[in-house]
T-cell receptor
Framework: KAGVTQTPRYLIKTRGQQVTLSCSPI?????VSWYQQTPGQGLQFLFEYFSETQRNKGNFPGRFSGRQFSNSRSEMNVSTLELGDSALYLC??????????????FGPGTRLTVT | LAKTTQPISMDSYEGQEVNITCSHNNIATNDYITWYQQFPSQGPRFIIQ???TKVTNEVASLFIPADRKSSTLSLPRVSLSDTAVYYCLVGDLTGKLIFGQGTTLQVKP
């Protein structure tokens, strides 16, 4: 079974631009979560989607948004990029919306660099 | 969500058993304890999860005392490839993973 895929793997943007990252979960998984990882803040939860609805949200500004499609694929968007948005963005999928396990499957991440 | 405290780093040698302890004094009744492993430039990988006593799988064992205020991840006979960051997470399975700083394990030959 194919794992979680994320595209693109690397991205360079300039301040003020916007970016869209894509995540394809493992087949059959309906929950998709997004995380930001930086050396200073570590791994931080952004949001979780299940059945096309946002179910959980972390403490990030409104510039960070996401959506999920009917095939469970998800995108996250960051508008008006700031230098501090440079990070590894990780997507994770799981079968259900929590409830039974914390077992999530992570993708390789998208490395975003803002200059 | 309960806060967790882990050692920042640990060193070990190949073939040894490694025990990483995590403190979670404010763990709630419905909280589970989960451990993840992360290699550089990769996403975290689920290792093990438990609620009480002991859980064992093909990779590790998780020991949880009766008061559940701490837990210990045990990795038997580590190899160089076990060098990674190990995260202890505590939560009520609402799907929101809260990662701490983790423990960087360095396995030496």
């Amino acid at each position: 079974k194919a794992g979680v895929t994320q595209t693109p793997r690397y991205l360079i943007k300039t301040r003020g631009q916007q970016v869209t990252l894509s995540c394809s979960p493992i087949s059959g998984h309906r929950s998709v979560s997004w995380y930001q990882q930086t050396p200073g803040q570590g791994l931080q939860f952004l949001f979780e989607y299940f059945s096309e609805t946002q179910r959980n949200k972390g403490n990030f500004p409104g510039r960070f948004s996401g959506r999920q499609f009917s095939n469970s694929r998800s995108e996250m968007n960051v508008s008006t990029l700031e230098l501090g948005d440079s990070a590894l963005y990780l997507c994770a999928s799981s079968l259900a919306l929590g409830g039974e396990s914390y077992e999530q499957y992570f993708g390789p991440g998208t490395r975003l660099t803002v200059t | 969500l309960a806060k967790t405290t882990q050692p920042i780093s640990m060193d070990s040698y190949e073939g040894q058993e490694v025990n990483i302890t995590c403190s979670h004094n404010n763990i709630a009744t419905n909280d589970y304890i989960t451990w993840y492993q992360q290699f550089p430039s990769q996403g975290p990988r689920f290792i093990i999860q438990g609620y009480k006593t002991k859980v064992t799988n093909e990779v590790a064992s998780l020991f949880i005392p009766a008061d559940r205020k701490s837990s210990t991840l045990s990795l038997p006979r580590v190899s160089l490839s076990d060098t990674a960051v190990y995260y202890c997470l505590v939560g009520d399975l609402t799907g929101k993973l809260i990662f701490g700083q983790g423990t960087t394990l360095q396995v030496k030959p």
